[in-house]
């Protein structure tokens, strides 16, 4: 065990080291000046961040990832569609009312929306979808035609949200698709998938087991959307640089932020175990040999939320708005700075280790965890600088988001069916709880620095998770098409090798 541990905690380290060095490398140029007081915190905040990513990542394999795997399988073996689907629905909803990430989303946007509705109604929009994914892998149908209406169906919606004069919530409502997908749902989504489509056999039950995080984040755009829509009055949004504060979670405020983080994962994680505890009552029925592992894995996995989350909100967030604040008057530096961090905060990502591995694994090597990462990491590191210049110059988020769905949604024709449902999961995977609470406060800061706040933050810097979200579908299918043409041209070269080695038999033979 604990060599398995020291494996973990020296990958988080590879994952947390980059972005770390950087933002400290950038703190000693004339570009951005840092107290020794933040840097200090950033840098202890750092090493907590490798020990919570070693530990999460180790909770992950021996509990989240297997009680999804035994759900699925379970209840699909049961042949019951209803339970089946009415159990995924409950799941959907209550691991996303506790997921940590959106709880970061919805504090930042306090003074817009109500934290309570904006969390239940997103929790709503997962469970449903998530409800429909698990039909989609029963009735085994094609991911990309879903894809293709309910994304037609997003834009549909955005129109209406521009004519009704409340485009500014457009962003809000695409982050909100991103977040929904963080450390405590990916693992136990992802492995629902898997145990369910393996239940249900076929010869393409592997690549119909992927596709459930890119329903579960369509589903909350969609039911926000609609909450704007139908709501009445005038929805306002106004930033309190306080929250950023890095004295904010510090010396007398240390104590309540560790326990109210602590609260969140406790609920989090609770909601799972006493649903499962109810499944494993009725239906799963597992040996105490299968439940022991996950007993502390549940427990690596709370200690390692925690310490995580904690780093993140005590030394991340505040060192990222203070960054994108200053390096806001500078547009040159801030978009090189988006596009370097992008590149490396999405390795530092827990769910996407996650993913990665199971997508090995499942894809026999084909899909390596190397080349995915490198894919990501080229796609979240050209969302962010995009994102940047979008703060600069000042344009809604709809004209990066059509054209990039348009292109994502083109090239699934294009590539194998396997490599469009891991892109379009991976969208939602690499936008996590770093994102949320180190990125977007670097997008809130940069804008705070440019523009009079307010409105033009919800505008311009918030839609920065969505794009996040939203580069990797290309980028992973570029990688598909590229793997499939390689491929093609290896077989017609052994075709061709065969058919001039027995021309020469011919020939000899004459």
């Known amino acids: 065990m604990f060599k398995i541990l020291w494996d973990k905690l020296r990958e988080a380290f590879a994952s947390v080291l980059p972005v770390t060095l950087i933002v400290l490398a950038v703190s000693f140029t004339p570009l951005v000046q840092f107290s020794p007081k933040q840097l200090i915190v950033f840098g202890i905040c750092a090493v907590f961040l490798i020990g919570g990513i070693g530990l999460f990542n180790l909770g992950a394999d021996l509990a989240m990832t297997p009680m999804g795997e035994h759900v ?127 239940a249900i056999g076929g010869k393409n039950a592997n690549e119909n087991s992927f596709g459930l995080i890119a329903l579960c984040s369509v589903g909350p755009i969609i039911a926000l959307m609609g909450l704007v829509i139908f709501s009445k009055g005038d929805l306002t949004y106004q930033l309190t640089e306080s929250a950023y504060s890095i004295d904010a979670s510090l010396g007398l405020n240390f104590l ?55 780093a993140v909100a ?39 280790h996650v993913l990665n591995k199971q997508v090995e694994e499942i894809t026999g090597g084909l899909v390596t965890k190397r080349s995915m990462l490198i894919a990501l990491s080229v796609g979240v590191g050209l969302s962010i600088g995009l994102s940047m210049i979008r703060i600069i110059v000042g344009f809604p988020i709809i004209y990066y988001l059509i054209p990039g769905y348009f292109i994502s949604l083109g090239l699934s024709f294009f590539v194998p069916k396997l490599y469009t449902a891991i892109a379009f999961d991976s969208g939602g995977v690499a936008s996590g709880p770093l994102t949320s609470s180190f990125i977007l ?70």
């Not at 293709?148 to 500014?168: A, C, Q, R, T, V």
């Not at 326990?259 to 105490?288: D, P």
């Not at 390096?327 to 827990?350: H, N, Q, R, T």
């Not at 070269?493 to 001039?500: E, K, L, T």
Request: glycine share 10%; with cysteine; charged share 10%.
């Open 72 to 198: 699925g399988s379970g209840l699909a073996k049961s042949r019951r569609l209803q339970l089946l689907v009415s159990v995924c629905f409950v799941m959907g909803v209550l691991i996303t009312v506790a997921e940590p990430d959106l709880s970061v989303l919805a504090e930042q946007v306090r003074a817009a929306v109500e934290p309570t509705l904006l969390i239940a109604t997103i929790g709503v929009g997962v469970g449903g979808f998530l409800a429909l994914s698990i039909i989609k892998i029963v009735f085994k149908r094609d991911l990309s035609t879903i894809i293709i209406f309910f994304y037609l169906m997003l834009f549909m919606f955005g129109m209406l949200m521009l004519s009704f004069g409340k485009d500014m919530f457009v962003p809000l409502a695409f982050d909100s698709g991103g977040v929904t997908t963080g450390p405590i749902t990916v693992p136990f989504i992802m492995a629902l998938g898997v145990g369910v489509a393996g």
């Open 256 to 310: 309540p932020t560790i326990l109210g983080v602590a609260k969140e994962v406790i609920i989090a994680l609770g909601l799972i175990v006493v649903f499962f505890t109810l499944l494993q009552l009725t239906v799963l029925r597992l040996s105490w040999s299968k439940l022991i592992p996950m007993a502390f894995g549940i427990v690596y996995t709370f200690v390692g939320l925690v310490v995580f989350l904690t």
């Open 314 to 352: 005590v030394g991340f967030m505040p060192i990222g708005f203070e960054l994108g604040k200053q390096l806001g008057a500078m547009p040159k530096a801030l978009v090189i700075a988006g596009f370097v961090l992008g590149m490396v905060v999405v390795l530092a990502e827990p769910a996407v």
């Open 441 to 510: 406060p670097l997008a809130i800061g940069a804008c705070a620095g440019l523009r009079d706040g307010g409105d033009s933050i919800l505008n311009y810097a918030f839609g920065i998770v969505a794009m996040v979200a939203m580069t990797p579908l290309i980028t992973i299918q570029v990688l598909g098409f590229r793997a499939t043409v390689s491929t093609a041209l290896r077989n017609r070269m052994m075709m061709r090798r065969i058919q001039d080695a027995d021309d020469e038999q011919i020939i000899d033979f004459m």
